[in-house]
């Protein structure tokens, strides 16, 4: 007798493959670019470059099949996720010395995971058909230095290959030191940890974070969940250091001992309660109760004050969802009349 399917349990042990459930990750922006070779002899080469090939226009066809493979990529590598591409672009380089045509895929997503075998796919794809088109006038081709290049997106941010990348790419990476020139201040609140019952971690990571984005860091400061130690606190930062952004880590939780943003109401003079919409937006693909936290930002004075959760987890998913675009908000900031004195 079958055996009714809702009383079947699946496990992984069970399974020789197991498609990664992407479900709870946050959405990002992502790209790949991946590249490679073929090598032909003289008379090949000159047909191709002459478009004179029996076929045809080999160059042609070969970009278009390079966007139709990225576009069909989870149809033939079985492990991949069907994403919503949002462009695909081929570009072929002609080496006259050599006799090599070297083919850039470019393969752009917002999406849950990485793009570049779609990259690699377009890549294969594009050299298979100039293969195919060139192969009546030499067949000693070869296919060689298939790479991925470059992705940027997701918690790797950016990676680039080991051995480098031409100059044209490396300019159009976004910039990883986007808080260079910048000075930043980390206050941590904790009654807890600045009682050294427990050692607090997520003043050191946002250090660390920090300095990989190239700021001067001030701190962290940790204090105890008290109203006039955080007005104190922050005053002094402030004025001592006149920090360009300060990340406040603790106490936007809904307890009777979070008043982390309470207190930032009372003494910025602003509010950009946008930031903290976004945080709580982008947070529920980590945890479904992202919307019981009160993260906020503001300005005091020439500073712009963010409140983080107190976690380690919570302080790096908050840091991937808002730093894309950090660099890019304080400039704006400044542009809106907040000079530093």
Not at 49 to 58: A, T
Not at 67 to 79: D, E, F, G, V
Not at 114 to 138: F, H, R, S, Y
Not at 224 to 253: F, H, Y
Request: glycine share 8%; with cysteine; charged share 20%.
């Amino acid at each position: 007798m079958n055996k009714p399917m809702e009383h079947i349990q699946f496990s992984k042990e069970q399974t020789n493959f197991r498609m990664i459930d992407v479900g709870r990750k946050r959405p990002t922006h992502r790209r790949a670019v991946a590249c490679g070779s073929i090598k032909m002899n003289s008379k090949a080469f000159q047909a191709v470059w002459d478009k004179k090939l029996p076929k045809g226009d080999v160059l042609a066809l070969a970009e278009i099949a390079g966007i139709m493979a990225a576009k069909n990529t989870p149809s033939i590598i079985p492990m991949c996720h069907t994403l919503p591409l949002d462009q695909v672009t081929l570009h072929c380089m002609l080496d006259q010395k050599t006799h090599k045509i070297t083919v850039y895929a470019q393969a752009v997503a917002f999406a849950k995971t990485g793009v570049e075998m779609e990259a690699l796919a377009a890549v294969n794809a594009a050299l298979l058909t100039i293969w195919d088109l060139t192969k009546g006038t030499d067949p000693h081709l070869l296919i060689e230095d298939v790479r991925l290049l470059v992705k940027t997106g997701g918690k790797s941010g950016v990676w680039i290959h080991q051995e480098g990348i031409p100059d044209w790419l490396a300019a159009e990476l976004p910039e990883t030191q986007f808080l260079r020139h910048k000075v930043a201040a980390i206050l941590v609140m904790s009654d807890r940890a600045s009682k050294g019952i427990y050692t607090d971690d997520s003043g050191p990571l946002l250090r660390t974070l920090l300095h990989q984005a190239g700021a001067q860091v001030v701190g962290p400061k940790v204090i105890p969940d008290q109203e006039a130690d955080i007005i104190q606190a922050v005053a002094d930062l402030c004025s001592k250091n006149r920090p360009d952004i300060l990340i406040a880590s603790g106490g936007t939780g809904p307890g009777p001992r979070d008043i982390t943003p309470d207190v930032l109401r009372k003494i910025c003079d602003r509010m950009l309660d946008g930031l903290g919409e976004v945080l709580r937006a982008e947070s529920m693909y980590h945890t479904g109760t992202a919307w019981l936290s009160r993260m906020t930002a503001g300005m005091y004075g020439s500073t712009l004050i963010v409140a983080f959760p107190g976690s380690p987890k919570a302080v790096q998913e908050c840091w991937d969802i808002v730093s894309p675009f950090l660099g890019d908000a304080i400039a704006k900031i400044r542009k809106q009349g907040f000079e530093k004195p």
